[in-house]
């Protein structure tokens, strides 16, 4: 166990709130927050100098390469979701051969996400100041959704949709009884796809399930809203069921589309909030709290 580091820097912003900067005061004996996003790999290596312990938000790479000029580097904490290795945004196989912790956080946006799902789908049932979606305003009561995915967010919306009246079923890797006993039903993905109205993908980053069957068994007059980090979907698969002018797609971020030609983004069916709507001041709170706690964590165990 070792009382404190010696230098932490955050290479980027990191959303830390001020009373979280403070505190990190406590866990080292020198801290650099950098106000802006580095533009190279050269100037993350030098703004880490001689630190051992590194912060890093999602805008950012830390790789091999970097880690390699920087040996004295100990822990690195990742200020954003770490939903898997492969995923992560920092080199953690090289990371654990050489004896560097990595750790992130999880869950700390979600409940932004299920009131953004909740505001997408009552504005277009309704027409509140976007087309109406059919010919008279509609509720949820009743209204088939399918929630691809029911981890932490995935749950969290399925619970909201299903206290508004919704007909909720989900499709995951692994059923969840608690939520079936809930009476939320699991359907296979294509079933779940041909009967939901409205489709939800919570998935985590880099994970494709939807292709051009799948958009296929989805068909047409549909909404499809993707909460996640990145696309769930093939983007020429999604372009062609798009081509459809009554079916509907919906994302906070450009990232969560992937188009970097952005012409999606200009057809009238594509609503992109263009902001992450994870990212409010309780979610803040709650980040800033995980992180810490984390440094808390590696400082008991080194």
């Given at each position: 166990?070792?009382?404190?580091?010696?230098?932490?820097?955050?290479?980027?912003?990191?959303?830390?709130?001020?009373?979280?900067?403070?505190?990190?005061?406590?866990?080292?004996?020198?801290?650099?927050?950098?106000?802006?996003?580095?533009?190279?790999?050269?100037?993350?290596?030098?703004?880490?100098?001689?630190?051992?312990?590194?912060?890093?938000?999602?805008?950012?790479?830390?790789?091999?390469?970097?880690?390699?000029?920087?040996?004295?580097?100990?822990?690195?904490?990742?200020?954003?979701?770490?939903?898997?290795?492969?995923?992560?945004?920092?080199?953690?196989?090289?990371?654990?051969?050489?004896?560097?912790?990595?750790?992130?956080?999880?869950?700390?946006?979600?409940?932004?996400?299920?009131?953004?799902?909740?505001?997408?789908?009552?504005?277009?049932?309704?027409?509140?100041?976007?087309?109406?979606?059919?010919?008279?305003?509609?509720?949820?009561?009743?209204?088939?959704?399918?929630?691809?995915?029911l981890g932490v967010s995935g749950g969290m919306i399925a619970d909201a949709?299903?206290?508004?009246?919704?007909?909720?079923?989900?499709?995951?890797?692994?059923?969840?009884?608690?939520?079936?006993?809930?009476?939320?039903?699991?359907?296979?993905?294509?079933?779940?796809?041909?009967?939901?109205?409205?489709?939800?993908?919570?998935?985590?980053?880099?994970?494709?399930?939807?292709?051009?069957?799948?958009?296929?068994?989805?068909?047409?007059?549909?909404?499809?809203?993707?909460?996640?980090?990145?696309?769930?979907?093939?983007?020429?698969?999604?372009?062609?069921?798009?081509?459809?002018?009554?079916?509907?797609?919906?994302?906070?971020?450009e990232g969560a589309l992937g188009d970097a030609s952005g012409r999606l983004?200009?057809?009238?069916?594509?609503?992109?909030?263009?902001?992450?709507?994870?990212?409010?001041?309780?979610?803040?709170?709650?980040?800033?709290?995980?992180?810490?706690?984390?440094?808390?964590?590696?400082?008991?165990?080194?």
């Amino acid at each position: 166990m070792i009382s404190r580091l010696k230098k932490i820097v955050a290479v980027e912003p990191v959303s830390l709130v001020g009373w979280a900067e403070e505190e990190l005061k406590q866990y080292a004996e020198e801290i650099r927050l950098y106000p802006d996003i580095p533009d190279s790999e050269a100037e993350i290596v030098r703004r880490i100098g001689d630190a051992d312990g590194v912060l890093v938000s999602y805008t950012s790479q830390i790789t091999a390469d970097i880690l390699r000029q920087c040996p004295q580097v100990r822990y690195i904490g990742m200020c954003c979701s770490l939903y898997s290795e492969a995923s992560a945004n920092v080199d953690i196989a090289y990371a654990r051969e050489h004896g560097i912790r990595v750790l992130g956080i999880r869950d700390y946006g979600d409940r932004g996400v299920v009131e953004y799902v909740v505001y997408q789908l009552i504005r277009i049932l309704h027409g509140f100041d976007f087309p109406m979606w059919q010919k008279e305003p509609l509720e949820l009561t009743g209204l088939p959704v399918g929630i691809v995915g029911l981890g932490v967010s995935g749950g969290m919306i399925a619970d909201a949709l299903q206290a508004f009246g919704a007909k909720v079923s989900y499709y995951s890797r692994t059923r969840k009884p608690e939520k079936e006993k809930a009476g939320i039903s699991y359907l296979p993905l294509e079933e779940l796809l041909e009967t939901s109205q409205a489709v939800i993908t919570c998935l985590n980053k880099n994970v494709i399930l939807l292709h051009e069957e799948q958009f296929e068994k989805l068909g047409s007059k549909k909404i499809l809203i993707n909460t996640s980090i990145g696309p769930s979907f093939d983007l020429p698969a999604l372009a062609q069921w798009l081509a459809c002018p009554d079916n509907l797609f919906c994302c906070d971020t450009e990232g969560a589309l992937g188009d970097a030609s952005g012409r999606l983004l200009r057809q009238d069916n594509v609503i992109c909030m263009g902001v992450s709507v994870g990212r409010t001041s309780q979610a803040f709170e709650l980040l800033s709290r995980k992180v810490l706690d984390n440094i808390q964590t590696y400082l008991k165990e080194a």
